[in-house]
């Protein structure tokens, strides 16, 4: 349900308002079930939420935790009560895709302040899931035109730069080929952006393109894994929405989403790659400046939705 304090509940119910029916597969609610209905009678939207176990033909069952009560929080605010809620709807559900019982998550935004007020000290959901799940993730903007994968994330850039490693490169490219070929199934087109500005200038402007990147590059293409580039940061998102590649690999967090987020803010997904499981996200937070106010577009959570679809039935 992510932060109740957000547009998570908000969200979740005109997905599920538009939801197109599958007929193998089931959506489950991780969240509180009355906090839910009062969304849907907030919203006049008809959608029926019921008690796991209890649900009908054209009713959605909620699996409530007993974390959150309505009056316990207040919409568009910070609070640690929410942040808690929020990261233990994810956890358990993070939890049951690892014994089994699921095999796909779409996540409602949570919120990074009011999960670490609450105890929590997490940067956010791939944060989360790779200490639960003891793998190395790799974060992913997905659109309908291209999807990005990130070498690094929610780290400072300083950071960033010392994390940008050949066997690093090497796995987020691999992750980002294998998931593009899925979906598609198609042999994807996958380009590196470069680290420095012009992509190093052959070494006048950084060298880590030399050092770093075209090593990896040469042990991918030896795996079966081509990738191209070096490219320019800021002429190969131009080049991908032309038509040449399918994907191309980030090196920081702001280098993919800035051009990610401009192109298509409302429609963007993120994806974790690399999970035993499904999951996905809409590309955006808890929107607290509009909670509460039934204006929030669903589109992104819709996208998320769709896309997590797809990936379990390939």
Known sequence: MGDASGIGPEIIVKLLARIVPHEDVRPLVIGELEILRDAADSLKLDVCFVTEGEDADGEFPVRSLDLLRLGDFETGHVSALS??????????????CMAGRAQGIVTAPLNKAAINMAGHRFAGHTDILETMTEVEP????????????????????RQALRAITVARVKHTARLTWEAVQRAKGTTPRVALAGVNPHAGENGLFGTEEIEILRPAMAELEREGF????????????????????????????????????????????????????VRTSPDHGTAFEIAGKGIAEPESMIAAWELAVKLLNR
């Open 83 to 96: 942040g808690n809620a929020a990261y233990n709807y994810f956890a358990h559900a993070v939890e049951e």
């Open 138 to 157: 790799v974060m992913a903007l997905w659109h309908p035109k291209l999807v990005v994968g990130h070498v690094t994330d929610h780290v400072p850039l």
């Open 226 to 277: 081509p990738v191209s580039g070096p490219y320019p940061g800021d002429t190969v998102f131009l080049q991908a929405l032309r038509g040449q590649f399918d994907a191309v690999i980030a090196m920081y967090h702001d280098q993919g989403f800035g051009p990610m987020k401009t192109l298509d803010f409302a429609n963007g997904v993120n994806c974790t790659l690399g999970l035993p499981f």
